[in-house]
């Protein structure tokens, strides 16, 4: 194991937090935070040194921009490129690293920009369109990480020294349940209301569609389980997130304690991994995310552990904190909903850190890299352009992290609807990720 000492001003659980993550990218790799001294001169071994001015003449400078401990109570950084990365944070200083290594990678996994620009689409989330990384589609490779690969070959550089990097890949998909059912299932009301509606609005196809449901002629177009769980291959790869349901429309969903919901619900938690969805005021009501997780874990007679915000709506740090009190101890809201990519910059699993309460958390944030509507709706590609950015995603993923989760809906197999050029989508998506992963092993 070789230690690596790190000189600064001051010890901080934010620089700390940093080094952690760091840590995670290498086999036999540790840090030590120590305090510099006014008179440090040369020291032996791998040292850097993160202050204001160079004192110790052997060190790896990093210039500390005596920013870190104020995020995000300052101004939004400007993108710079440092030996062809993007970067944010940058110095011109002849002798320095060439950018805050510590700040940037804090500012990222913590996404402090989005405390910095209060922008908002209509659901009140940070749109991909307003990041300083937008114009250049920056956050299509995993900039923190690369940031850390940066670093560390510097110290390899400098120090004449060799780490391996960790090679554990894994990929998951999030099956998001919004609706089980299209039509079955539903109060005898809304069944004959939805009936007669397309009925009189000349919806034929529809109208037929929904009696032969009704009347067991065919399946449900969202009742897409049996295929999702018949490939043994993959199914240790999905989690299903389940939605409850709320007052608001947004929310609309089959009664969570009607018999038919419950049944299929405690059906899947018997082959697979069952997930919340917390519903669309869950970012901000702890009391309605705790009523909703107590009910589904009910249901399936199990404890829940994963989470993944409805609509990927959260607060910072309010929405993690309060998962984090309910017992979840993975989320996968990470994401913009109007693009792909890495949100966060990485495509390693990593803390949440609290920066009210300056503490690193028990939750972990899983990277994810793309949803079937960013694809479809919001970026209005075609299936085979998003293969091809799924591929070049997974390519970023592998080559510099450890983890990739993809975002699906039940619904979205639904191909007599919008999604009909999408038929057989899905199956070349996972024939992708198994062939692009399998080539590590």
Known sequence: ???????????????????????????????????????????????????????????????????????????????????????????????SFGYDFFTSVFWLLTGCEALQNLQRDGHGRFPASASVWYASRDYKRPLADLWCEDFIAAVQTKFKLRFKKKNDFQWTVGIDVDQPWKYAYKPWYKILGGSLKALLNGHFSEFAERVSVHLGFSKDPFDTYEFLLSDESIRSR?????????????????????????????RLASQTRIAIHPSYQTMVDERLLSKEIIRLQQVIGARIEDSRQHYLRYEIPETFRHLERQGIRRDYSQLYADDTGFRNGTAHPYPFYDIEEERIGTLIMMPVIAMDRSLQQYLKLSPEAALEDLGQLLSQAIAHGSYAHIIWHNSSFDFEAEWKPWKGFYEKMISLFLQMAGRLC
């Open 1 to 95: 194991m070789t230690c690596i000492r790190i000189f600064c001003s001051e010890i901080t659980p934010r620089l700390q937090y940093v080094l952690n993550f760091v840590a995670i990218h290498y086999e036999d790799l540790s840090f030590e935070l120590v305090k510099i001294s006014a008179a440090a001169g040369d020291i032996d071994g791998p040292v850097v040194e993160y202050s204001g001015q160079k004192s110790i003449g052997s060190a790896l400078w990093i210039k500390d921009q005596a920013i870190l401990t104020k995020l995000p109570s300052v101004g939004l950084p400007a993108r710079k490129i440092v030996r062809n990365i993007p970067v944010v944070f940058a110095d011109e200083i002849e002798g």
């Open 238 to 266: 999905l989690i299903f997130f389940i939605l409850d349901r709320s007052m608001l429309t947004i929310d609309s969903t089959h009664d969570p304690l009607s018999k038919a919901y419950q049944k299929m619900l405690r």
